[in-house]
């Protein structure tokens, strides 16, 4: 018989008329494992009746060279070959042996759910679904159960104002609306700055550049002092505020306080929900202020408008309600912003993952709420006449 | 023999506070080396310092006769394939299962094809006393004994030679911890490791440590056990021959 000898990295083959020899060399180690794994798929062991192998060449087997080793044995068992070893096989490849051939235990952890699903392959669309539909629906009761606890705390709370952690609110406007005036304002002018070109654009060729200034006032005044500025407020402090909350979830924070007698929705909820309701229309005003101050600039820039003629002109576009009908939609808007935030932040339990995914939903829903609660806004004041 | 962990004149400092003042310390092949040392005696700063995650002021920190301390992170690389390091707390990815934490090193370090990814990672869960059916669940469902031994699984990814453990047994009740000890003799004797453990554990100490360095006065007292229970440092002293350590002590002399 012809014995053909093929020489590889690992393994040297040699087909003798018993079998295969295989005679092992060199390092065995997880380092070598891609070339070791790639060099025993190449043998063939298909109606080879015998397989000796010869471990001794080997000079380093770790484990991981061992399960390889034990992988490549289990396969020509079952390809019908006897396979031993000359001399004593290693050490490791007993220890290999025994601990994965101990009982594992059954595996049953698959629901009824997902075994349906494999079943039938039209229920998995239906069970997604179902089991989506009924998520959601939990999350709203749960949400408006969170929303309900915290009033009723409130409540409970202004009968006793003491509790109202004082200090903590003020740090909470500190952190929400003071640090955040810089940015508003500068969102606020540049969105005037938007506003007023391009209206200029589109009005000074109806010869009616004076309702620039009605445009730049009414809709900054209405609608985008309070919305940008709550749309800020939210990737801002909704985010910090589910971020800081989660974090303490996880650090086993909120249960600490939770078993130490305190209630984490008095202590942690209350006071960001207060902080951003005080700071919201502050903030609003501000960019309320800034947005008219880079009207009028652009206005005596653009369309060389005296500031005596803007201030006058604002003054007649307004009435007397148009700055309130912005004012008064921030405390909603800061109350949405808070819930979302602190809301998803108490929801987290388990892993970093599960935070950073709560506190994009806490930053997504935020604003979308936000923009909602204004469009209702706009029908509630379009009905009464505002 | 070459030293694996040769410590000399280490000085660790924070601002006005010095952890470290010379500190030497040197574990040897296959030996089970603990550390020991009160809170706040830089045990952890240690271990940091060893592990490169925290440059000294002072001193040379050798693995296997390479001195870290000036080493780029291009460097330390296959150095830090070399060993396996289980935290404290377990530092398990919260985001991934028990499977995917085992593989990640390999994934890291290896370029292997997805089945033998999962074999491995399997053998290592079974290997530190997992049942297989923990390999699919994510850290937070685990109990404190499994996430410490799926610290060590992962620890062992790369098959090291050379294993640290910082407090492995604390958190655990006195059955689950024994049974820890157990685990650590097993891997240390089956596979060749040698075996670097933070411990406050008088228990584990005397059940798995042939020499042990304890941290007093900024530096490091170490030798064998027997001789370091005899030393007569006044901490030692309290350490070995306190009020809980008696008892434990008059056993292991007794037996």
């Known amino acids: 018989m012809s014995a053909t000898l093929t020489r590889r990295e690992a393994v040297e083959v040699r087909r003798t008329a018993e079998g295969l020899e295989l005679e092992l060399t060199g390092e065995w180690s997880v380092r070598a494992l891609a070339s070791i794994e790639a060099a025993l798929a190449r043998i063939d062991v298909a109606s080879v009746p015998r397989v000796r192998i010869a471990a001794e060449g080997i000079t380093e087997l770790d484990l991981s060279g061992a399960w390889a080793l034990r992988g490549f044995v289990q396969r020509a068992r079952r390809a019908g070959a006897e396979v031993d070893f000359r001399g004593t096989p290693p050490d490791q490849l007993r220890l290999v042996d025994e601990t994965l051939t101990e009982p594992a235990a059954p595996d049953d952890s698959a629901l009824p759910a997902e075994r349906l699903a494999a079943a039938e392959p039209g229920g998995r669309a239906l069970v997604a679904i179902g089991r989506y539909a009924v998520r959601s629906s939990r999350d709203l ?60 654009q589109q009005l000074r060729g109806l010869g009616a550049d004076i309702y620039v200034v009605d445009l730049v006032t009414i809709g ?119 819930f979302a935030g602190c809301y998803r932040g108490m929801q987290v339990r388990g892993s970093a993952r599960e935070l950073g995914h709560l506190v994009t939903v806490a930053v997504v829903q935020a604003i979308f709420l936000v923009i909602l609660a204004d469009a209702l806004f706009a029908v509630l004041f379009m009905r009464m006449k505002i | 023999m070459e030293p694996v962990v040769e410590v000399r004149g280490l000085v660790n400092r924070f601002g006005r506070q010095v952890v470290h003042d010379g500190l030497d310390m040197q574990v040897n092949e296959d030996e089970v080396f603990g550390i020991v040392g009160g809170s706040g005696s830089g045990k952890s700063v240690l271990l940091r310092t060893i592990l490169g995650l925290q440059r000294p002021a002072a001193g040379t920190v050798r693995i296997r006769g390479s001195d870290i301390t000036h080493l780029s992170e291009a460097q330390l690389r296959p150095i830090k394939a070399g060993y396996g390091v289980a935290f404290q707390s377990g530092a398990l990815y919260s985001g991934l299962t028990v499977l995917e934490n085992v593989q990640l090193p390999m994934i890291e370090h290896l370029k292997l094809p997805p089945a033998a990814l999962e074999g491995l990672a399997l053998l290592k869960i079974r290997l530190v006393g997992l049942p297989a059916d923990a390999a699919a ?88 056990l027997d001789r370091i229970v005899d030393d007569p440092h006044p901490w030692i002293r309290a350490y070995f021959h306190g009020e809980r350590a008696r008892a434990r002590l008059g056993a292991a002399h007794g037996a």
């Not at chain 1, 801002?236 to 909350?245: D, N, T, V």
């Not at chain 2, 891997?187 to 005397?206: A, E, P, Y």
Request: hydrophobic fraction near 55%.
């Open chain 1, 141 to 200: 009761v749960a949400g408006l159960a969170f929303f309900g606890r915290t009033c009723t705390t409130f409540v409970a709370d202004l009968a006793r104002p003491w509790r109202l952690r004082p200090i903590s609110i003020v740090r909470h406007v500190y952190d929400t609306g003071i640090t955040a005036m810089p940015i508003v304002a500068l969102i606020a002018f540049l969105i005037s700055v938007i506003l007023a070109y391009l209206s200029a």
């Open chain 2, 137 to 224: 669940k994510y850290p937070a469902q685990l109990s404190g004994g499994m996430v410490k031994r799926a610290a060590v699984a992962r620890a062992l990814a790369l098959d090291p030679q050379l294993l640290f453990l910082d407090e492995p047994t604390s958190g655990l009740d006195p059955v689950s911890a024994a049974a820890f000890d157990d685990l650590v003799l097993y891997l240390q004797q089956h596979l060749k490791l040698t075996i670097v453990m933070i411990t406050h554990d008088l228990d584990s100490i005397f059940r798995t440590c042939n020499r042990v360095g304890v941290i007093v006065d900024q530096r490091m007292i170490s030798g064998t």
């Open chain 1, 220 to 338: 900054v005044l209405r609608e985008l002092g309070v919305l940008l500025t709550s749309i800020i407020v939210a990737g801002r402090s909704g985010s910090s505020f589910a971020a800081e909350l989660g974090s303490m979830k996880l650090n086993e924070e909120v249960d600490a306080l939770t078993a130490t007698g305190a209630d984490p929705i008095e202590l942690l909820v209350l006071p960001r929900v207060l902080g951003l309701a005080i700071a919201l229309p502050l903030l609003t005003v501000i960019a309320d202020l800034i947005g008219l101050a880079g009207g009028a600039l652009l206005c005596r820039y653009l369309l060389d408008m005296p500031l005596t003629q803007y201030v006058n002109r604002v003054n007649e576009s307004i009435s007397a309600t148009t700055f309130w009908v912005g004012i008064i939609k921030a405390p909603v808007f800061a109350l949405l912003i808070a």
